[in-house]
C-alpha cells in the first residue's frame, strides 16, 4: 500500500491569503486526486492532477481558485486561493495506481479560513 | 458527472446485529464501487470493493451486493462489533480502476454494546 504525507496538518489562515497544501507518496503512482471533506459531511471531488499537464477539474472547482501541480510521478499541491471562511474544510490528497482498484488516502488537511 | 446516494445517514444496531446500508448511483458507465470506512479525525480506508462483472463479494463479516440493473449497491455487515462504529461512504467510478471516485452522503453507523 502507498504511505502518503500531507503538509501542513493543519492550518489557520486569514482571509484573502493563499495556502499550498504538499502530497508527497513513498512510490510512483498513476493517479493522484484532491478532495475536499467539509466537517460531518462527505467527500467532495476537487480535481486530478495530470503530471505534465493541466488538472482536470470537477464540475465547481475551478483553476483559478484551487491552481494543482503535479510535476512528477511522487509529489502533487494544491493551492487554496483568496480564501474565505466558506473554504474552512479538509482536504484529502488520494492516490491509485493503474492496475490497482485501491484509492489510498493522506491524513489530510485541516483548514480554518478566519 | 456521476451522483450518488447513500441512506441511511445514521444507522444504531445492537452489538451482534447486522448493519445494512444502501446507494444507488446515476451514471450506467460507472464499474468500480468500494466502501471506505472513516473513524472520527483519520482518513478513510478502503474495506471491501466490488467490480460490475460481479453481483456478490464477501469479505469475513463484510458482504458488497452489486445489482447493475438497478443502480445499486449495499454494504451489509453482520455480527456487529463496537469497533465497526464509524462513517461509511460508498462510492463509485467509471474509471479502469478507483480512479476520480464520486462518494455518498455517508452513513455514521452506531453499534451498542
Known amino acids: 500500500s502507498a504511505v502518503i504525507s500531507q503538509k501542513p496538518s493543519r492550518d489557520i489562515c486569514q482571509r484573502g491569503t493563499s495556502l499550498t497544501i504538499q502530497c508527497q507518496v513513498d512510490s510512483q503512482v498513476t493517479m493522484m486526486f484532491w478532495y475536499r471533506q467539509q466537517p460531518g459531511q462527505s467527500l467532495t471531488l476537487i480535481a486530478t492532477?495530470?503530471?505534465?499537464?493541466?488538472?482536470?477539474?470537477e464540475s465547481g472547482f475551478v483553476i483559478d481558485k484551487f491552481p494543482i501541480s503535479r510535476p512528477n510521478l511522487t509529489f502533487s499541491t494544491l493551492t487554496v486561493s483568496n480564501m474565505s471562511p466558506e473554504d474552512s474544510s479538509i482536504y484529502l490528497c488520494s492516490v491509485a495506481s493503474s492496475g490497482d482498484t485501491e484509492a489510498f488516502f493522506g491524513q489530510g488537511t485541516r483548514l480554518t479560513v478566519v | 458527472g456521476e451522483n450518488v446516494e447513500q441512506h441511511p445517514s445514521t444507522l444504531s444496531v445492537q452489538e451482534g446485529d447486522s448493519a445494512v446500508i444502501k446507494c444507488t448511483y446515476s451514471?450506467?458507465?460507472?464499474?468500480?464501487f468500494p466502501w471506505y470506512k472513516q473513524e472520527l479525525g483519520k482518513r478513510p480506508q478502503l474495506i471491501i470493493d466490488?467490480?460490475?462483472?460481479?453481483g456478490e463479494k464477501k469479505d469475513q463479516r463484510i458482504a458488497v451486493t452489486l445489482n447493475k440493473t438497478a443502480k445499486h449497491f449495499s454494504l451489509h455487515i453482520t455480527e456487529t462489533q463496537p469497533e465497526d462504529s464509524a462513517v461509511y461512504f460508498c462510492?463509485?467510478?467509471?474509471?479502469?480502476?478507483?480512479?476520480?471516485?464520486?462518494f455518498g452522503t455517508g452513513t455514521r453507523l452506531t453499534v451498542i454494546p
Open positions: 466490488i467490480r460490475s462483472n460481479v
Open positions: 451514471d450506467s458507465a460507472s464499474n468500480y
Open positions: 492532477a495530470n503530471q505534465g499537464s493541466e488538472a482536470t477539474y
Open positions: 462510492a463509485a467510478s467509471s474509471g479502469a480502476g478507483a480512479n476520480n471516485l464520486f
